[in-house]
């Protein structure tokens, strides 16, 4: 049997305006400079503290973190969505084992896919702090695959990020882009890259 690994902010589900608000929040609670929306978009997919040691060079990027993670979830149910379509493809897909591989903490990678009713769908749910090394270090994908007891020649990593692209490379795994995310198809374009859902499934075919 096949395993699809899924990323899950900006590939599955529309997080981007709960990320930017939290982002946002915790700058402002520690004094700090809010950067542009471009530059935090750039950096999504990589673990939270090394996001705000990028784009807050002279902040505390541990204590900027923790406020990020206490403040988020209120952000997270009001903006988070799935994007349209992706219910129909996880369950055109329930003959494949399926799993998540995000750069949340593992809590939050859980409560955000119970909230967004869809962890049934997933046999393994993996977030960075669960392993060694995040994206795009290969750990993440390694671990998942363990858990699933699948191949690399059997396993497809789906993201919208190069983080998640280049964590399938380094695990020697398909990888597949998708182009409604943080990235986009120009930056994902030595990569496969669907431009739907529906394009997706069909790739996954």
């Not at 049997?1 to 900006?10: A, E, K, N, Y």
């Not at 402002?28 to 807050?56: C, W």
Request: charged share 25%.
């Amino acid at each position: 049997m096949r395993l699809i690994v899924f990323d899950l902010d900006g590939t599955l589900s529309d997080s981007r305006a709960a990320i930017l608000a939290t982002f946002a929040d915790a700058c402002r609670a520690h004094g700090e400079h809010v950067p542009t929306e471009d530059a935090i978009s750039a950096r999504i997919g990589l673990p939270l503290e090394e996001m705000f040691s990028q784009v807050v060079p002279r902040g505390d990027a541990a204590a900027l973190s923790a406020t990020y993670r206490s403040t988020y979830i209120p952000h997270d149910a009001v903006h988070t969505r799935l994007f349209p379509g992706a219910i129909d493809l996880l369950v055109a897909l329930a003959d494949r084992r399926l799993a998540i591989a995000t750069s949340k903490s593992q809590k939050g990678a859980e409560n955000s896919v119970t909230r967004a009713g869809i962890r049934p769908h997933f046999d393994v749910v993996l977030g960075q702090d669960s392993v060694a090394r995040p994206k795009p270090h290969a750990d993440m994908l390694v671990e998942v695959m363990r858990r699933a007891g699948v191949a690399p020649d059997r396993t497809v990593m789906v993201g919208d990020t190069t983080f998640d692209l280049e964590m399938a490379d380094a695990a020697g795994v398909r990888g597949i882009g998708v182009a409604w995310g943080h990235h986009g198809a120009e930056r994902l374009g030595r990569w496969e890259v669907a431009g739907s859902m529906r394009e997706l499934g069909g790739l996954l075919g």
